[in-house]
């Protein structure tokens, strides 16, 4: 079926630090790939997502680019900030379910000044 | 526009009594979605509406879990006999459905369920 697999955190950065998460799925058909993001206390947010093949998905500095031929989807930030510290989620969308979201387990980022 | 509202946030229960949680949709979504989320884990898709049809139910996590969405707006979801392993976040998105793929949830703030 399909899944998500996420590198394991916890992820520990300094202010200014390159950011890499990795996502790699296994799904049948196209599916569109997320990431969302939860800051301490709140709810998930949608941070970006892509719809097709070679799209980039971007926002607030934070990029990632739908890869079929490696099945993935990393996000990355040039410069993190304390203020980017909080649990991201790569998703996608399973088509044997409608429009429902397979999650991967989450990634935490902590960052520090 | 007031996003996703969920009720009550918290619910504190004993085993084997029923429980019932309210969403709230953002107003024009037609699609509603519940999830559940344990600790240190992703959420996972229990079921889902288009207006007032639910076309998705085979992921709820036993016969004791139900959902209602009945005038195709706010939606409830029951568990029944509740049971320890019922204790989780209960989440609930909706989204507009497009023609493209990817219609983008927007997630409410949880039901945090403990059962004592």
């Known amino acids: 079926g399909n899944s998500v697999t996420q590198m394991e955190g916890p992820v520990t950065l300094s202010e200014e630090a390159f950011l890499t998460i990795n996502c790699t799925y296994t799904?049948?058909?196209?599916?569109?790939l997320f990431w969302y993001v939860q800051y301490p206390g709140e709810g998930l947010q949608l941070l970006l997502k892509?719809?097709?093949?070679?799209d980039k998905g971007s926002n607030k500095g934070f990029e990632a680019t739908y890869r079929k031929e490696t099945t993935s989807f990393h996000l990355e930030k040039g410069s993190v900030q304390v203020s980017d510290s909080a649990v991201y989620f790569c998703a996608l969308s399973d088509s044997q379910a409608g429009t429902a979201l397979i999650f991967g387990k989450g990634t935490t980022l902590s960052v520090s000044s | 526009d007031t996003g996703v509202s969920q009720d009550p946030r918290h619910k504190i229960t004993k085993r084997g009594q029923n429980v019932t949680f309210r969403c709230d949709p953002i107003s024009e979504h037609n699609r509603l979605y519940w999830y559940r989320q344990t600790l240190g884990q992703g959420p996972e898709f229990l079921t889902y509406f288009q207006n007032e049809a639910q076309l998705e139910k085979s992921r709820l996590l036993s016969d004791r879990f139900s959902a209602e969405r009945p005038k195709g707006s706010f939606s409830t979801l029951e568990i029944q006999r509740t049971e320890q392993g019922d204790s989780a976040m209960y989440l609930c998105?909706?989204?507009?459905?497009?023609?493209?793929?990817?219609?983008?949830?927007?997630f409410g703030p949880g039901t945090r369920l403990t059962v004592l």
């Open positions: 998105a909706s989204s507009l459905a497009q023609q493209v793929p990817g219609d983008t949830q927007y």
């Open positions: 799904a049948t058909g196209y599916p569109s």
């Open positions: 892509a719809t097709k093949a070679d």
